[in-house]
């Protein structure tokens, strides 16, 4: 999908407490959530988490977090419809260990986005069990990953 510059975009479900940059002169600043974000005033703490302009900033800055919109899942109370009941458990155990319990919990009830990576990750998971089909969610959303 395209990049977008802070221009064209109106963000909407910021993180409470994201961490924001406000270094102008990286060469990313046009394309990264964080500077969009605080450039924005997305965030209404008064007191924020910032990348310090002296240490990142530019090709190498591991905070950069771009502004391509992906397709999020939501949901998997129906992703095991398909699959035999002797699997189901272990399968559901596979994710509880990949997520951690909480985590998986969330993301079955809609609550937590499942990201491209982890909708492939549950994908291999169902090729590892011999399963020759895409995993179903309950809905999808294109936003962007925070």
């Known amino acids: 999908m395209k990049q977008t510059t802070t221009t064209d975009i109106q963000l909407t479900g910021v993180p409470e407490h994201y961490v924001l940059c406000y270094n102008d002169n990286c060469s990313k600043a046009q394309t990264c959530l964080h500077r969009i974000a605080a450039k924005g005033n997305y965030v209404k703490d008064n007191i924020v988490s910032a990348v310090n302009p002296a240490l990142y900033g530019g090709d190498k800055c591991r905070y950069y977090a771009p502004n391509t919109p992906v397709r999020l899942a939501y949901g998997m109370l129906h992703t095991f419809d398909n699959i035999l009941a002797r699997d189901i458990a272990a399968m559901r ?14 993301r079955r009830n ?19 069990y011999g399963y020759d089909i895409e995993p179903v969610f309950d809905c999808y959303k294109t936003d962007f990953l925070f």
Do not use: C, V, W
Request: glycine share 10%; no cysteine; charged share 25%.
């Open 110 to 128: 809609g609550t937590q986005p499942i990201t491209p990576e982890d909708q492939q990750f549950i994908a291999r998971m169902f090729k590892k």
């Open 93 to 106: 155990n596979d994710l509880r260990e990949h997520f951690g319990n909480g985590s998986y919990y969330r």
